[in-house]
């Protein structure tokens, strides 16, 4: 995929393409209250080069299908998760988010961090919903208003990257009209973004620039990246990625 070459150079040696933290992935699976022990079937979906997948298969009694369009993530993935020793539990798909193959409640979980929003998080709680089963469990964070108003320079940045931003009580509602019954809603931390992803982001910059000549695309999206960044660190109280956890509701056999 051409047109993402220079994103991906940009993020596939990093631990995380998205905020999140290794304990937070603990704190969403705990309030899931999901068994350690159960076999169970989960998909990972836009799961980047893996930080959730491959702890969720160090936790869990998991097989946990890796979803995500751009295979050179799910190579570093593979190679992770056998360096890991988590290889033969995980398998990975290289398939887009809104045409994906699972049958009817054929899986237990599904987890995305930090994606959804690539079809838009009421789009993908409907379309993903058949593929869990009665009382299966979805575990999705989502960039969320932590306030009910908001500074207009990080409304405007926002409202045209991803109009579907919105408070966590929208989310929630969407979530209940959808037939899942909200479980659990926590926030992602400050270190999340800034030690997990901005700080070692930023620290691939002059790099990344180098090895891409210097040139005009490479300049325009580390512009961008700062400028997002500069947004976050200015306005952090207003905004932050929310993680969902909700049980699909209907007759558990
Ligand atoms: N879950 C990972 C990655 C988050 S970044 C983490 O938290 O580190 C979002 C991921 O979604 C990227 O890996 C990107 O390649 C993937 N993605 C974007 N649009 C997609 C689509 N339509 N289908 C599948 N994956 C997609």
């Known amino acids: 995929m051409d047109d993402y070459k220079l994103l991906i150079d940009l993020h596939k040696d990093a631990y995380r393409q998205g905020p999140g933290g290794d304990a937070e992935t603990e704190l969403a699976l705990n309030l899931a209250m999901i068994n350690r022990a159960e076999p169970l079937k989960i998909a990972d979906i836009g799961c980047g080069t893996g930080a959730s997948t491959i702890l969720l298969a160090r936790l869990l009694n998991a097989r946990i299908t890796a979803v995500d369009f751009l295979q050179d993530f799910l190579d570093v993935l593979e190679k ?32 995305s961090e930090g994606a959804i929003y690539n079809i838009g998080f009421e789009t993908g709680i409907t379309e993903w919903r ?3 089963k009665a009382g299966g469990l979805l575990v999705a964070s989502e960039i969320t208003w932590l306030t009910d108003s908001r500074p207009e320079e990080l409304q405007e940045y926002w409202n045209s990257e991803y109009p579907e931003i919105d408070v966590a009580s929208a989310k929630i509602r969407i979530l209940e009209k ?3 019954s909200p479980v659990g809603y926590f926030v992602l931390p400050e270190h999340c973004w800034l030690d997990e992803y901005y700080r070692p982001m930023q620290a691939r910059f002059e790099e990344f620039l180098n090895r ?27 905004i932050s990625y929310g993680v969902y956890i909700a049980k699909k509701a209907g007759i558990e056999r």
């Open 80 to 111: 992770r998760a056998e360096e890991t020793g988590v290889g033969d539990r995980i398998s990975s798909l290289a398939r887009s988010m809104d045409d994906l193959p699972f049958a009817d409640e054929e899986l237990d979980v599904i987890w």
């Open 130 to 132: 058949r593929f869990l």
């Open 178 to 180: 959808h037939g899942f």
């Open 212 to 238: 891409n000549g210097n040139s005009k695309e490479a300049r325009e999206i580390v512009n961008a990246e700062q400028h997002e960044i500069d947004l976050y660190e200015t306005y952090k109280s207003h």
